[in-house]
């Protein structure tokens, strides 16, 4: 709960900047039936950054903080239908997997970049929101 709070107050947003082109993340679009699994990959090319951070932002609602992997270990929010896996330092991939699909999960989902240290516990690079991956259903 702690690192949502921290997340949330001091994100550093850089859009456009050369940090966050160094962030990639697929695919763009993703149209996919009810029910169904979907997996979105991100990797970064800045050194020292170890940390890959999930969000999702449905339509009339606030950004929602969904997990973050550190290193090699992942750490999703509690009661939430995702998992998250890989690696999430320089020039690694992590993935945000959503199992059964419903209208819940119909939404823009973007990753962020971020490194830990002791003088900027909350330093982070996101991807800029014309980039996000949104999902489309198929009925």
């Known amino acids: 709960m702690f690192l949502l709070c921290c997340i949330s107050l001091q994100t550093i947003l850089v859009s456009g900047s050369s940090l966050s ?18 997996t979105i990959s991100c990797s970064h090319s800045i050194q020292s950054y170890d940390q890959i ?23 999703p929010e509690k009661g939430l239908n995702v998992t ?9 991939t992590c993935t945000l997997t959503i199992k059964g699909l419903n ?21 982070s690079v ?8 949104q999902l489309y259903y198929l009925l």
């Open 21 to 38: 082109d160094q962030i990639v993340q697929t695919p763009v679009e993703m149209f996919e039936s009810l029910g169904k699994t979907f």
């Open 53 to 75: 951070l999930w969000y999702k932002q449905s339509e009339g609602h606030e950004m929602q903080f969904l997990g973050y992997v550190y290193g090699t270990g992942a750490f």
């Open 84 to 92: 998250m896996d890989g690696n999430a330092n320089k020039d690694q």
């Open 103 to 123: 209208v819940k999960t119909r939404a823009v989902y973007f990753c962020a970049a971020r490194y830990h240290s002791a003088a900027y516990p909350c330093s």
């Open 126 to 133: 996101h991807k800029p929101p014309h980039i996000p991956v």
